[in-house]
């Protein structure tokens, strides 16, 4: 099982600063098969990035992913106050297809 | 639109059965596998299996943990999937999401489903 761990837990950023989330993996996902989910409070989670780095449509281009391997980012530039939410790194290149334990993002 | 509607939780006693329904419209629901996942209060997201469409046999994955007890099940006819859940346990309880899943990735999910499991 490829386990998923995310980091900061808790991240408390004003407005228009930029947010970095990190997810690294306990083994090498395959073809970056990495995706980062978006959920609101009380929400389903939302697809924002797959493959790693390509942005679902309708996301905006404040969101980016990128690394590879066992090291991989998701960036918020420009963080508005309705990207509020706990984002999850999610694996799905190997069964079981497992979560991080997500990246609470707050506003100050 | 794509959409995905679950239905059928609520509170279960422990050792009772449940079904789950999720019907999908606004594609084609034969055409993509589903998946289903579990949030327990407060925590992370579990998967729990998926269902394969037609054209790959309708092959079904399970979770370890819930193998034994779980069920997933199609009516492509009726674009609705199932998740037929057996010997409820305490820490069963959860919203329970049915997603599409497009090649290998869950792209859509639904809003979910509350299931408690309480004597």
């Known amino acids: 099982e490829i386990v998923l761990t995310q980091s900061p837990g808790t991240l408390s950023l004003s407005p228009g600063e930029r947010a970095t989330l990190s997810c690294r993996a306990s083994?090498?996902?395959?073809?970056?098969?990495l995706a980062w989910y978006q959920q609101k409070l009380g929400q389903a989670p939302r697809l924002l990035i797959y493959g790693a780095s390509i942005r679902a449509t309708g996301i905006p281009d404040r969101f980016s992913g990128s690394g590879s391997g066992t090291d991989f980012t998701l960036t918020i530039t420009r963080l508005e106050p309705e990207d509020v939410a706990v984002f999850y790194c999610h694996q799905y290149v190997t069964s079981p297809l497992t979560f991080g334990g997500g990246t609470r993002v707050e506003i100050k | 639109e794509v959409q995905l509607v679950e239905s059928g939780g609520g509170l279960v006693q422990p050792g009772r059965s449940l079904r789950l329904s999720c019907r999908g419209s606004?594609?084609?629901?034969?055409?993509?596998?589903v998946t289903w996942y579990r949030q327990a209060p407060g925590k992370g997201l579990e998967w729990l299996g998926l269902?394969?469409?037609?054209?790959?046999?309708?092959?079904?994955d399970y979770a370890a943990s819930v193998r034994d007890r779980f069920t997933i099940s199609r009516d492509d006819s009726m674009s609705i999937a199932y998740l037929q859940m057996n010997s409820l346990k305490t820490e069963d309880t959860a919203v329970y999401f049915c997603?599409?899943?497009?090649?290998?990735?869950?792209?859509?999910w639904g809003q979910g489903t509350l299931v408690t499991v309480s004597s």
């Open positions: 269902i394969r469409s037609f054209y790959y046999g309708g092959a079904i």
């Open positions: 997603t599409r899943q497009r090649d290998v990735l869950t792209d859509f």
């Open positions: 606004g594609f084609i629901f034969g055409d993509f596998a």
């Open positions: 083994q090498t996902v395959s073809n970056n098969y």
